[in-house]
């Protein structure tokens, strides 16, 4: 099974917001409300952002919220931040053997 | 605060064993799955497998499975990936991570440090 479909990269300025797109299918993100976001800065392990579909754990910051809508869940960062420059990954549980299916990665750029 | 501690950077050689260890400073290693995820050089995230360390139940990706094992020592909170003969195309940075929620696991947190593999000639 592919990954799910994250474009390459998204950019916006200090204070805008940005929406990062993640495309499956019925077998994963649009059979389930099992969607987590996770976010990576170079050479740092990956953090949970966001998990099934629109909820965030203690500690991250309420300028990140998830959403979804058939096979495509989204991640928004409002009002962004230098910090927030970094690779997002989506996941979902899958009905197929493989459990679990990472995206392919988006690379945030703060202008 | 659970904290997933992972061993460090390996360099070995083709056809070399390896196994690298996940210990859990956490009271709950025994009832929560622990997963693996490899991160080959400048790409996304994959996920290889997953184990229950209260009774070692085991599940792994197609794509990993017979080429890892997957084990735990619950007397130490620590989990293990192995390998029986590393390739080059094993070079990577390998993370564990809790699996949760108990029920339906479907979100990894929190994850270890990294253990980066090197495998060269």
């Known amino acids: 099974q592919s990954g799910l479909t994250q474009p390459a990269s998204v950019s916006g300025s200090p204070g805008q917001s940005i929406t990062i797109s993640c495309t499956g299918t019925?077998?994963?993100?649009?059979?389930?409300?099992?969607v987590s976001w996770y976010q990576q800065h170079p050479g740092k392990a990956p953090k949970l952002m966001i998990y099934?579909?629109?909820n965030r754990p203690s500690g991250v910051s309420n300028r990140f919220s998830g959403s979804k809508s058939g096979n495509t869940a989204s991640l928004t960062i409002s009002g962004l931040q230098a910090e927030d420059e970094a690779d997002y990954y989506c996941?979902?549980?899958?009905?197929?053997?493989?459990?679990?299916?990472f995206g392919t990665g988006t690379k945030v750029t703060v202008l | 605060e659970v904290q997933l501690v992972q061993s460090g950077a390996e360099v070995k050689k083709p056809g070399e064993s390896l196994k690298i260890s996940c210990k859990d400073s956490?009271?709950?290693?025994?009832?929560?799955?622990i997963g693996w995820v490899r991160q080959m050089p400048g790409k996304g995230l994959e996920w290889m497998g997953i184990?229950?360390?209260?009774?070692?139940?085991?599940r792994y990706s197609p794509s990993f499975q017979g080429q890892v094992t997957i084990s735990a020592d619950k007397s130490i909170s620590t989990a293990y990936l192995q390998w029986s003969s590393l390739k080059a195309s094993d070079t990577a940075m390998y993370y564990c991570?809790?699996?949760?929620?108990?029920?339906?696991?479907?979100?990894?947190?929190?994850w270890g440090q990294g253990t980066l593999v090197i495998v060269s000639s």
């Open positions: 099934d579909v629109t």
């Open positions: 956490g009271y709950s290693f025994t009832t929560y799955w």
């Open positions: 996941n979902s549980y899958t009905s197929s053997s493989t459990l679990y299916v």
């Open positions: 019925s077998s994963d993100v649009g059979g389930y409300n099992y």
């Open positions: 991570a809790r699996v949760l929620p108990l029920g339906v696991q479907r979100w990894f947190d929190p």
């Open positions: 184990i229950y360390p209260g009774d070692s139940d085991t």
